[in-house]
């Protein structure tokens, strides 16, 4: 009697590898959380929320106050004109963004073009809805995609499209000649973008993000989701942004009314909070991670390990051929949570068909004695591996 779209689904391969990581007490550089604790001052605000603030039903779009915020910060850093009255709603985090965008727009038999590798969430979540996923396959080490894979994708039937970027797992910030040939498509073929920008403020170096939203023709057409998690390594509070244009938005805060509703009151009390009294946090936070990405990438390559390049998210990944591993990646992983106690992410559980198998995720966002201990762990993995 279960609906074969999430019966038949396995285990989450995130879940899977840090219930591996917990149970052999091995280091977790797999699932993408930070081992800091956060923010203080925004986590102490939450408390006092709690304790002496309202913790009843707050408004079904979110509070005023958290609305307002979203709008200001998205005009300062990426030059957006968002209408918070009409333009912004709170969600339970941007899984529930996802989900309430893809039931609240997609009718049965709508093509949806998704780029693999892509969230585990996605395909499934949009099947529901009665979508059709249109699967475009990129590749290492560039993962770009080109006019030929778009024009294969869009078809007379395509009606949306799913964009996550900057970009897990691969750490690619998308560049603009590449976001501007996406908008050329949506435009021209009249398709709506549901872009999923939860990483847009983990952005390194020269790289910029830019939302799908301010290139021309896209402003009226493109769902913006954003998250305060990722935004403040809050990872578990699941406050999320939905943002689009009002017509849009009378659909979309209809379906999120009928998932959660609403979001904990006193963690948008503090996110609003974050959000106008973050200092340079935007600014540091960034460099801190990047730091931790080249030590991690420094150590891997003093041991012999082939790692591409990361531009942003928690994540860089390593080619496994290249770095003398003759192994898939999924069994890479495994042997190297159960025999070396690192757990790590096999990129081709991203993919739906014809999958890559040969990269290999690491999550970077930890303390220096964990990303150098994960090296001498993978070290030893890769030993193993050889052996067997």
């Known amino acids: 009697m279960a609906n074969p779209i999430f019966s038949n689904l396995p285990t989450t391969i995130f879940e899977e590898m840090s219930g591996l990581a917990r149970s052999l007490g091995g280091i977790n550089l797999g699932q993408g959380f930070p081992d800091d604790l956060g923010p203080e001052p925004i986590r102490r605000k939450a408390a006092d929320a709690v304790l002496n603030g309202y913790n009843q039903y707050p408004p079904m779009r979110g509070l005023p106050e958290l609305r307002q915020a979203v709008a200001a910060h998205y005009a300062a850093h990426q030059g957006l004109d968002l209408d918070w009255e009409q333009e912004v709603t709170i969600t339970s985090g941007a899984t529930e963004a996802l989900t309430a965008s893809f039931l609240a727009l997609i009718q049965p ?37 080109t006019r030929g894979m778009l024009e294969a994708a869009f078809s007379e039937r395509t009606r949306f499209v799913v964009l996550n970027n ?26 709506v973008a549901i872009c999923d920008e939860v990483w847009e403020q983990v952005v390194f170096g020269p790289a910029r993000h830019r939302p799908l939203m301010a290139y021309p023709g896209m402003r009226e057409r493109t769902v913006k989701i954003g998250s305060a998690g990722k935004m403040f390594g809050l990872t578990g509070w699941k406050v999320g942004f939905l943002c689009a244009a009002p017509e849009l938005t009378h659909s979309l805060a209809r379906a999120h009314q009928f998932l959660t509703f ?16 973050a200092g340079d946090w935007f600014a540091s936070m960034p460099r801190q991670l990047e730091a931790s990405r080249d030590r991690l990438a420094e150590g891997l390559r003093r041991e012999g390990f082939a790692v591409l390049p990361s531009q942003g998210t928690y994540f860089l990944n390593l080619d496994l051929p290249a770095s003398g591993v003759t192994e898939a990646d999924r069994a890479f992983c495994l042997r190297a949570v159960q025999e070396a106690g690192v757990a790590a992410i096999p990129v081709s559980a991203f993919y739906e068909q014809e999958p890559v198998t040969t990269i290999v995720r690491l999550c970077f966002s930890k303390a220096d004695a964990v990303l150098d201990e994960g090296v001498a762990r993978l070290s030893k993995a890769r030993d193993l591996s050889r052996k067997a």
Do not use: K
């Open 109 to 145: 038999g709508d093509e949806v073009v998704l780029f693999q590798p892509l969230y585990d969430s996605y395909a499934p979540m949009i099947r529901l809805a009665g979508g059709v996923p249109r699967l475009v396959r990129l590749s290492p080490p560039h993962w770009r995609f």
């Open 166 to 191: 900057p970009t897990n797992p691969t750490g690619v910030v998308l560049p603009d000649e590449d976001l501007a040939l996406l908008a050329e498509f949506c435009v021209r073929r009249d398709a």
């Open 262 to 277: 609403t979001t904990p009151p006193n963690l948008q009390v503090a996110v609003a909070w974050g959000l106008q009294h």
